[in-house]
């Protein structure tokens, strides 16, 4: 479990987001609990079963042996498909046994954070193996190689739309000397959402270049504000810095404009002075500059008659202005 103190608030306010997968893994659990059953059933049981549903109706009345015989046969393949079945029986509880812990990830110093990430991301698509694999038995359809393969081990690459979809939130808790999170945006697809518990240093604006018309992307202080992000029916990614660093909001259901979506609520009053996490800078200036330039809304091209444009009147465009001239001033650290 992450050590931040923060991570059992942000657990409970996200459980519902948890709750939905684990939700669709017991359900898958407990199909292919029956479907074992049903494959490891000898045919004197699957007659009795047959004999106890129809009641007494079929008696005096039906050949119950020969109706079992014909209706109750065993499933295609009964034997290899009830020890694929019990495989993916025992993938799925394996995955609902490790309960909250199986939605949260500890990038230990040092470690990458991408790799952390895919490593998880691959380990919950088990899940989504394992119901492929009923799925084929139950079609009376050899488990092709590659889906018992992956009971091992799912890449999110090998998702499918629905898998996307239907994926649970990621609370990872990582250091700002290991936050580069641009490698992340291959994940955010489907309904996933990650969230970063950021401790230590960090670049002023980690999350920048993740922002995407249809991607959740926050910088928060406190639990409280990621309530939009929870409710928000798409991919997201959110994280809980430090005081220091910058807080925005970017929200695909505000509009169709990155200044309607984007909001920056607080940039750090001095620029950045030394390189964080391999990032020089003049990169963490580039970032500011980018952010506070999408934020600000377009300006007219308006000048007077023969003469030079006016100055950006919009606080967030001088911000831009001036962090992109602090860029040319400093050198790269």
Same mark, same amino acid.
């Given at each position: ?14 459980? =519902? ?12 659990? !407990? ?5 074992? !059953? ?5 045919? /004197? ?31 295609? =393949?009964? =034997? ?38 895919? !490593? ?15 799925? !084929? ?42 936050? /580069? ?90 620029? %950045? ?32 008659? =023969? ?24 050198? %790269?650290?």
């Amino acid at each position: 479990m992450p050590s931040d103190d923060r991570s059992r608030p942000v657990l409970e306010a996200l459980a =519902g987001l948890a709750q939905a997968f684990r939700s669709t893994l017991t359900a898958t659990a !407990e199909d292919l609990a029956r479907l074992v !059953e049903a494959h490891a059933a000898t045919g /004197k049981e699957r007659r009795g079963r047959f004999a106890d549903e129809l009641g007494p109706f079929a008696r005096g009345r039906l050949n119950v042996d020969r109706f079992g015989t014909t209706f109750g046969a065993a499933p295609a =393949g009964n =034997g290899a498909g009830t020890a694929v079945l019990r495989r993916a029986q025992a993938t799925l509880a394996e995955l609902l046994a490790r309960d909250d812990a199986l939605y949260t990830v500890v990038v230990q110093p040092g470690d990458q954070l991408y790799g952390a990430v895919a !490593e998880r991301l691959a380990e919950i698509g088990r899940a989504f193996a394992a119901a492929r694999v009923a799925r !084929e038995v139950r079609a009376g359809l050899r488990p092709a190689e590659r889906h018992l393969g992956a009971l091992a081990g799912l890449p999110f690459a090998e998702w499918t739309r629905a898998e996307r979809r239907a994926a649970p939130v990621l609370l990872i808790d990582v250091h700002g000397a290991d936050l /580069k999170p641009a490698g992340l945006a291959e994940f955010l697809d489907g309904r996933l959402k990650l969230v970063l518990l950021v401790t230590g240093d960090a670049p002023p604006a980690p999350l920048a270049r993740l922002v995407a018309p249809s991607t959740y992307v926050q910088q928060a202080e406190q639990m409280s504000d990621l309530a939009g992000f929870a409710a928000w029916n798409g991919p997201g990614i959110a994280a809980l810095v430090p005081p220091a660093l910058v807080r925005f909001t970017h929200d695909p259901a505000l509009g169709p404009t990155p200044a309607e979506r984007l909001r920056v609520t607080y940039t750090p009053a001095e620029p %950045p002075r030394r390189a964080v996490a391999g990032m020089s800078v003049a990169q963490q200036i580039d970032e500011l500059a980018m952010l506070t330039s999408l934020a600000a809304p377009p300006q007219a091209a308006a000048a007077s008659a =023969g003469g030079a444009p006016q100055a950006p009147a919009d606080p967030a465009a001088q911000l831009a202005a001036w962090l992109l001239n602090q860029a040319r001033l400093s050198s %790269p650290a």
